[in-house]
C-alpha cells in the first residue's frame, strides 16, 4: 500500500467515526429502498421505507427464522423475490464451532467490497504502527481452505476465509508476500497442509516479519506441531527430499520448486528447536518477526499465555472483530495488551441496533470483562449505534445488505468508550453458550473467569493450562459441572501425559478456585446440595487436536476453528471421556458473599 493510500484509510477512519450517525441512517436507508418489495419485508412494511417503520413492524429474529428464506434461495428460489434484491454470488458458511451448526449467510457482490474497504483500513493502521512489512518481507499465516459445498441452485457455500483465498486479488499477491504456496492452503488433509506450511515458513525464516492466523489457537496448535515433528523438518531440510508420507500432489509439487538440500539451515534448526525449554522459541526461528497477528480475544484468551510463553515479548496483535454475518469492529491501537483489547465499530458496514442486557458487565481482577446474567431489559428496546451506554452490555443485532433483518447474532459486547462519536466495545461472550444443571445459567463470560483465576495455581508447578472446555453432567443426581483440561510443563519437550505430576491438593483448589469465581446463583446452589461438585478432568496431551479434527470432519473450517467453551455433541464427549488421565473434585462448598 502507498504512503498516500495509507493515509488515506487513516482519513476514511476519522471521517467514518465522526460521523457514525448520519453513515447509519443512510445504510438503513439503501438497504430497505432496495429490499422492501420482497416477500419478507413487505410482509412487515408493505413496500415503505420509513425507519421507524421498520423498528416497530420488523421483528428481531434469530438465524432459525429466516433459515426458511434462505434454504428457498439455496433450492434455487430467486433471492430477488423472497430476501435481497441484489444476485447473489454465493453463501457464506459459519464456522459451526461456537453456536452450532453451520449456517448459510447469503454472499453478494456488494458484501465483498464492504470487506475490501473494511481490509483497506485494517492495513492502513497496520502500516501506521509496523511500517509496510509488505517490502521485501514475508508474511507466515497459517491458512486452511475447506471444499465448497454446492447447493441445488448451483451457488456454493464457502467458509469465510476460504472465500477470500480464492479471490484474485489474493492469488495475485500470494506467491510475493506469503510463506504458504496455493496448493498447501487447499489441501484437503490439514495435517499434510500445517506440515508443509511450516515446513516453508522454515525454509524462510530470513524473509519472514508477521506469524499468524485467523485464532490463537491456530497459531499454538502449529508450534505444538511443530515441537512434535521438528527432527522430520530438519530431516527435509537437510536431504531436499519431502517425507514420504505427504502423498497431495500440490504439496509435493511445491516441495520440489523449494525444498533445496540446506544443511546449514536444517543444524541452525535442530539447534534452537532441541534446547531444553521453548520458551521464545518463535523469535528465535524467525528472528526479523515483528508481531503475532491473531485474534486473541474472546474465547481465544485461553491461548494467550502459552503463545506469549513462545512468541518471546512479541506484540500479540488482535487487529479486527469479524463474524460470519459481516466484518465489525477495528482494533485503534493494536499494540495493546490482549486483556485490554477494545474494538471500534465501523458504521458503513451493517446497520447496528443493541439490546441493553439487564445486569450490568464488571470486570475482573485481569482486567477481563465478565457477565453476571444475559437476560435483557424487557423494558427498553433497542437502541442505535451513537446512542449506546458507556459501561453497558449489550447484544448486537444487525441489518445488512445480505438479507439480514434485525439478526441476532448471538455476541454480547461491553461499551468501553468512544472514538470520536462511534462506540468501542470489548467482547464479553456468546448469548445461549452456557451450562447449567439446574435451574442456574452459566455463561461463557462465567466459564473464562473462572478457569483463567483457577489456572493461575498451575504455575508454581512449571505447568501451562493449555485448552480447556466444558459441559454439564446431569448423568447423576444432582448434576455437576465438569472441566476439561489438558495441561504441559513449561520447560523441556517431556509429555505430561500420565498425570502423576499432578498435585491432587492444587488440582483440588483448582476446583475450589472456579466455583468460587462462579456467579451467586451457582454458589447458592452449591450450598443448598442442588449442584454437586465441580470436577476437573485433566486430559492426554494432543487430545484437543482429535477434538479439532473431530469438527473439521464434521464441515469446520480449520481457519475458522475456535474450541467451544461448552461441549453440546456426544461425540466431542466421547473423544474427551476417553482420553482422561486423572479426575479432580472440589472438596468444599464455594465461598459464599458476605
Not at 502500516?127 to 465448497?148: T, V, W, Y
Not at 458504521?347 to 453476571?372: A, G, H, M, R
Not at 459501561?391 to 459486547?413: A, F, H, K, N
Request: charged share 20%.
Amino acid at each position: 500500500m502507498a504512503t498516500n493510500d495509507y493515509e488515506s484509510g487513516l482519513k476514511m477512519l476519522e471521517e467514518l467515526t465522526t460521523d457514525a450517525q448520519q453513515i447509519q441512517d443512510q445504510l438503513l436507508g439503501e438497504i430497505l429502498s432496495k429490499n422492501a418489495e420482497t416477500e419478507y419485508l413487505q410482509g412487515f412494511l408493505h413496500g415503505q421505507t420509513d425507519k421507524q417503520l421498520f423498528k416497530k413492524n420488523v421483528p428481531i429474529v434469530t438465524y432459525e427464522h429466516l433459515k426458511p428464506y434462505i434454504d428457498r434461495i439455496a433450492n434455487g428460489e430467486a433471492s430477488s423475490d423472497l430476501l435481497l434484491v441484489e444476485p447473489l454470488i454465493g453463501f457464506s458458511l459459519s464456522s459451526g464451532t461456537s453456536g452450532g451448526l453451520p449456517k448459510l449467510i447469503p454472499t453478494t457482490a456488494e458484501s465483498a467490497h464492504i470487506t475490501a474497504t473494511f481490509n483497506k483500513l485494517y492495513r492502513s493502521l497496520m502500516i501506521k504502527h509496523f511500517g509496510d512489512i509488505n517490502q521485501a518481507s514475508k508474511r507466515m499465516e497459517l491458512m486452511f481452505a475447506k471444499p465448497d459445498v454446492e447447493t441445488p441452485s448451483g451457488l456454493k457455500a464457502s467458509a469465510v476465509s476460504t472465500r477470500a483465498f480464492k479471490g484474485s486479488s489474493f492469488k495475485a499477491i500470494l506467491p510475493k508476500l506469503y510463506t504458504s504456496p496455493f496448493e498447501t492452503i487447499f489441501c484437503p488433509d490439514t495435517k499434510q497442509s500445517m506440515y508443509c506450511q511450516i515446513l516453508f515458513g522454515l525454509i524462510q525464516r530470513d524473509e519472514v516479519v508477521m506469524i499468524g492466523s485467523i485464532f490463537a489457537s491456530t497459531v499454538v496448535r502449529s508450534i505444538k506441531f511443530l515441537e512434535n515433528n521438528w527432527k522430520e523438518l530438519c530431516s527435509n531440510i537437510k536431504t531436499g527430499q519431502i517425507s514420504e508420507w505427504i502423498t497431495d500432489s500440490g504439496c509435493r509439487n511445491a516441495a520440489s520448486l523449494m525444498l533445496k538440500p540446506n544443511l546449514e539451515l536444517a543444524d541452525l534448526i535442530e539447534d534452537v528447536c532441541s534446547c531444553k525449554s521453548w520458551e521464545g522459541i518463535i523469535r528465535k526461528l524467525w528472528p526479523k518477526t515483528k508481531y503475532i497477528g491473531t485474534v486473541c480475544t474472546g474465547a481465544m484468551l485461553q491461548y494467550t499465555a502459552e503463545l506469549e510463553f513462545y512468541c518471546g515479548g512479541l506484540p500479540l496483535v488482535s487487529g479486527f472483530y469479524a463474524c460470519s454475518e459481516g466484518a465489525v469492529g477495528i482494533n485503534l491501537e493494536p499494540l495493546c495488551k490482549p486483556s485490554d483489547v477494545s474494538y471500534t465499530f465501523l458504521p458503513n458496514t451493517v446497520y447496528y441496533e443493541f439490546l441493553s442486557i439487564k445486569e450490568d458487565c464488571v470486570t475482573d481482577s485481569q482486567n477481563q470483562v465478565q457477565l453476571n446474567a444475559m437476560s435483557h431489559h424487557e423494558d427498553t428496546g433497542p437502541v442505535d449505534l451513537v446512542n449506546v451506554k458507556l459501561g453497558q452490555c449489550y447484544e448486537v443485532l444487525v441489518t445488512s445488505s445480505m438479507g439480514l433483518y434485525r439478526y441476532r447474532v448471538g455476541d454480547i459486547i461491553k461499551v468501553t468508550g468512544f472514538h470520536n462519536n462511534t462506540p468501542q466495545f470489548q467482547f464479553v461472550g456468546r448469548q445461549n453458550v452456557a451450562l447449567g444443571v439446574d435451574m442456574e445459567r452459566t455463561s461463557e463470560a462465567d466459564i473464562l473467569k473462572a478457569v483463567a483465576e483457577a489456572k493461575a495455581l498451575l504455575d508454581p508447578l512449571g505447568l501451562i493450562l493449555t485448552e480447556y472446555t466444558s459441559d454439564g453432567d446431569t448423568s447423576s443426581t444432582p448434576g455437576h459441572y465438569v472441566i476439561f483440561w489438558e495441561i504441559k510443563p513449561k520447560e523441556g519437550n517431556n509429555n505430561n501425559k500420565n498425570g502423576k505430576e499432578l498435585d491432587p491438593k492444587v488440582m483440588e483448589q483448582c476446583c475450589s478456585k472456579m466455583e468460587d469465581s462462579l456467579h451467586f446463583t451457582y454458589r447458592m446452589y452449591r450450598k443448598e446440595n442442588m449442584i454437586a461438585a465441580l470436577e476437573i478432568r485433566v486430559v492426554k496431551q494432543g487430545t484437543f487436536e482429535s477434538l479439532m479434527e473431530y469438527f473439521v470432519t464434521k464441515g469446520a473450517s480449520l481457519s475458522q476453528y475456535k474450541t467451544p467453551i461448552c461441549i453440546k455433541s456426544k461425540e466431542a464427549l466421547n473423544i474427551l471421556d476417553s482420553r482422561v488421565i486423572a479426575k479432580f473434585f472440589s472438596p468444599r462448598t464455594p465461598i459464599q458473599d458476605n
